[in-house]
């Protein structure tokens, strides 16, 4: 069984660029949560996909958008990049969008200079 | 809102020793309640969870009670290993699958 993958590991991007984050799920979950964790922070929720349809979204900007695909990976876009997007952004899978343990990626590391 | 509240780190402690993080909570309802554990370079992994008061939740040594009089859920060790030098976070899920974390706690054993 493959856990969850995310990609790239690191990348580093400057302020105003755009950004495409990817994460595939672990096999046979349906839904996919994203996660801000700033460097000595807890992880924050940007927003959760199920089905390939957005169906929660935590305190984040319209500029942070996502995508789920029929094989249910996913993508984080972030446009308009600012320092404060500096983080680790994780993604987690789970079977169904509630009540079902949520299985963590290893991250993909931010830095917007 | 749900929010979480830990014990800020470090907490550092000799190898053998005790451990116990302190977590409260503030929630509608009773919530799931989690601990994950973060070790360098790598993403979460689920260290232990409680769905309703009064459940222990248990994994490798470490244990958390869920306490809805005192909306607590402390982790506690009996004897840490230099292995289980990580970052700890408490989290409760909050509307749909929504995981609400605390800030984390670093814990450095020493040998």
């Known amino acids: 069984e493959t856990g969850v993958t995310q990609s790239p590991t690191h990348l580093i991007k400057t302020r105003g660029q755009q950004v495409t984050l990817r994460c595939s799920s672990q096999?046979?979950?349906?839904?996919v949560s994203w996660y801000q964790q700033a460097l000595g922070q807890g992880p924050q929720f940007i927003f959760q996909?199920?089905?390939?349809?957005?169906?929660g979204r935590g305190n984040f900007p319209p500029r942070f958008s996502g995508l789920q695909f029929p094989n249910y990976s996913s993508e984080l876009n972030v446009n308009a990049l600012e320092l404060d997007d500096s983080a680790l952004y994780l993604c987690a899978s789970s079977a169904g969008d509630r009540g079902n343990e949520q299985y963590f990626g290893p991250g993909t590391r931010l830095t917007v200079t | 809102g749900d929010s979480v509240t830990q014990m800020e780190g470090p907490v550092t402690l000799s190898e053998e020793a005790f451990l116990t993080i302190n977590c409260t909570y503030t929630a509608t309802g009773y919530p799931s309640l989690f601990w994950y554990v973060q070790y360098p370079g790598e993403g979460l992994q689920l260290l232990l969870k409680a769905t309703k008061a009064d459940d222990k939740g248990s994994n490798k040594g470490f244990e958390a009670t869920y306490r809805k009089e005192t909306t607590s859920f402390h982790l506690e060790k009996g004897s840490v290993q230099v292995s289980d030098s990580a970052v700890y976070f408490c989290a409760l899920r909050g509307g749909y699958n929504k995981l609400i974390f605390g800030a984390g706690t670093r814990l450095a054993v020493h040998p």
């Open positions: 096999s046979g979950h349906n839904t």
């Open positions: 996909y199920y089905r390939e349809e957005e169906n």
